[in-house]
């Protein structure tokens, strides 16, 4: 296992799970129902959360959906999340059942909106205060507030999520209301992950709620998700994940056992980007290995290359281990070292440099002698 410092947040209870404060990272899931069809989101809600699942999320639209909410809650021991869209207001019908509530900074002007956001803030923390519930402030790429996406260059989608997630968060601990997360969704990962840095860098003490949105279907919608968490998490950032996935409702459950097999593997040090877990030992990564793997050799060499390096263990340098040619190449150029396997030949790299292909049975030397070199840089 990697020891992966995380990051300091506060304690956010959630119905009988706490998020933060070093407690295990949450997976997370959504129904895909009708929420007025109470038979199948207390159906689907009971899977997910039987599946794992820490919280489930239901959206709430209108006044029909919340008034769902009663018999959905009687039909299942999920911790039950809700997502608020534009009508903030619904807040007061809902909060008595659940034990989340979710709205998103870039809605809260289209209702009443001569009203300040403030205000408006301010009444939904009010009655989840009341009601024993905690918050999400869920900004989202595709829809940032208006009035923040004004303020930067128009290329820039990063500096307007990020004011407003830390606009609301000033607001909400003014008020006194802390027992909230923040979610900063983007379709891209490598936005996810800036965005994700830059506020947990600012605010390192308030819980995150990770995530890609429209990641598609599996596989690639799980490869995105992933590269993102693994960047993130290895950091120390996030304290609850969802993987959203675009399959059919009785398929849901894969959102969760997506999640909890890219945590396992992160904490394994099992990933597909190089990831830097801020350690200042040997930090040895391996793919998870996938259909895309050439050489089942590749299984045995990962173990031999990480017992081979036990040497050099005190050292701050990464080996990655990649399991094709797909991603192997383009994927161990941050790494100090790297080797990426082929259906015959091993190839080696100092980062972006290709030192040859060799053998299975010859690589350890090689990879030893380029790692003496560079223990030998160091001394
Ligand atoms: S590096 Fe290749 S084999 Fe390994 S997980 Fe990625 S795609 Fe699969």
């Known amino acids: 296992m990697v020891e992966i410092t995380r990051n300091p947040t506060r304690a956010v209870r959630i119905g009988s799970i706490t998020i933060g404060a070093g407690h295990p990272i949450a997976a997370q899931s959504m129904t895909a129902t009708h929420t007025t069809d109470i038979e199948a989101t207390v159906a689907q809600a009971e899977d997910l959360r039987q599946a794992g699942a820490g919280v489930v999320r239901i959206a709430v639209d209108s006044k029909k959906d919340a008034a769902a909410l009663p018999a959905i809650r009687a039909g299942t021991t999920a911790n039950l999340a809700i997502d608020l869209q534009e009508n903030y207001r619904l807040a007061a019908d809902v909060a008595p059942h659940v034990d989340k509530l979710r709205y998103n900074p870039g809605h809260l002007y289209h209702h009443e909106p001569t009203k300040p956001w403030q205000e408006k803030v301010k009444f939904i923390a009010d009655i989840a205060a009341a009601h024993d519930c905690a918050l999400r402030v869920g900004v989202n790429c595709g829809s940032v507030d208006p009035a923040k996406k004004e303020k930067f260059d128009e290329h820039d989608s990063i500096g307007p999520m990020l004011a407003s997630a830390l606009e609301h968060c000033e607001l909400l601990d003014s008020l006194g209301f802390t027992r909230y997360a923040v979610s900063l969704k983007d379709s891209d990962p490598t936005k996810v992950i800036e965005v994700n840095r830059r506020f947990a860098e600012q605010r390192p003490e ?23 968490f693994e960047q993130l998490i290895s950091r120390g950032i996030g304290d609850t994940v969802r993987v959203s996935l675009t399959v059919p409702n009785a398929r849901k459950p894969e959102e969760i056992a997506a999640a909890e097999a890219i945590l396992a593997d992160i904490a394994a040090g099992r990933v597909r980007s190089v990831v830097d877990y801020g350690l200042s030992s040997l930090n040895i990564i391996s793919c998870p290995s996938c259909s895309r793997v050439e050489n089942e050799a590749f299984i045995d060499l990962a173990r ?42 091993v190839n080696l790299k100092r ?18 002698a380029e790692l003496d070199r560079l223990i030998e840089a160091k001394a």
């Not at 390096?309 to 990649?322: P, R, S």
């Not at 972006?352 to 049975?361: K, M, N, Q, R």
């Open 206 to 228: 308030i819980p995150l709620h990770l995530g890609v949105t429209e990641a598609g279907m599996p596989p690639d919608g799980i490869i995105k998700t992933r590269i993102a």
């Open 351 to 368: 980062r972006s440099v290709e030192l040859g292909a060799f053998p299975y049975d010859a690589i350890l030397p090689k990879l030893k």
């Open 304 to 345: 031999e290359v990480k017992e081979m390096t036990q040497y050099a263990k005190d050292y701050a340098i990464t080996i990655a281990v990649m399991g094709c040619r797909v991603n192997g190449p383009g994927e161990t150029d941050d790494a100090d070292l790297g080797l990426w396997c082929g259906p015959t030949h």
